[in-house]
């Protein structure tokens, strides 16, 4: 069965750094794009960044100045988002999403959510 | 920032009528290399992440019942459930695949009449 899996919830302190697992079964991880998006609360779907799942390269949104890094490790199955300099407007539900094979497509696969809470 | 403007903001449907949500984009997203719109249509109820429900602006994704349709070219986009069920009920968003930043509409809440 396709799937991914996504680490458990997580509280942090502003300033602190998260990094949110997402392992991916049921499917050859190298051959797909991993994307990365999160939800604040009562918000509408935000675009963070993406990583090839075969040879690593990776591009992040500018909106994150540099705050985020999303990497894989392909022995696992496993990829990875780590957002750091937190602030209270980052706590939202992080979620790992899969991208159609055919590249440069849309999203079919999704993580149940990481939800991630900022409050000192 | 390609921007997609969804209306309305939410819907109130009777049970076995027609729904139908626009998208609107501020550029077009048909892209000149394969000729397909690059818009997709989810459905988000409520703890649950989105499910794929149209991409290519049309093509139904595996498995999704067949009131789900989707049209539209470059900028404007409809999303029609032919005849409304209860499960139907949820957040419908509308996105771009077309150009990074990656982005998604404002949300449409389809509720029962």
């Known amino acids: 069965q396709v799937q991914l899996v996504q680490s458990g919830a997580e509280v942090k302190k502003p300033g602190a750094s998260v990094k949110v697992s997402c392992k991916a079964a049921?499917?050859?991880?190298?051959?797909?794009?991993m994307h990365w998006v999160r939800q604040a609360p009562g918000q509408r779907l935000e675009w963070m960044g993406w990583?090839?799942?075969?040879?690593?390269?990776?591009e992040c949104s500018q909106k994150f100045q540099g705050r985020v890094t999303i990497t894989s490790d392909t022995s696992a199955n496993i990829a990875y988002m780590e957002l750091s300099s937190l602030r209270s407007e980052d706590t939202a539900v992080y979620y790992c999403?899969?991208?159609?094979?055919?590249?440069?497509?849309?999203?079919?696969?999704w993580g149940q959510g990481t939800m991630v809470t900022v409050s000192s | 920032d390609i921007v997609l403007t969804q209306s309305p903001d939410s819907l109130s449907v009777s049970l076995g009528e027609r729904a139908t949500i626009n998208c609107k984009s501020s550029?077009?997203?048909?892209?000149?290399?394969?000729?397909?719109?690059?818009l997709a249509w989810y459905r988000q109820k409520p703890g649950q992440p989105p499910k794929l429900l149209i991409y290519?602006?049309?093509t139904r994704e595996s498995g999704v019942p067949d009131r789900f349709s989707g049209s539209g070219s470059e900028t404007d986009f409809t999303l029609t459930i032919s005849s409304l069920q209860a499960e139907d009920v949820a957040v419908y968003y509308c996105q771009q695949y077309y150009s990074t930043p990656i982005t998604f509409g404002q949300g449409t809440r389809l509720e029962i009449k």
């Open positions: 999403a899969r991208e159609l094979p055919t590249g440069h497509d849309a999203f079919d696969i």
């Open positions: 049921g499917y050859i991880f190298t051959r797909y794009a």
């Open positions: 990583i090839n799942g075969g040879n690593g390269d990776t």
């Open positions: 550029q077009s997203v048909l892209y000149s290399s394969n000729n397909e719109n690059h």
């Open positions: 290519w602006a049309s």
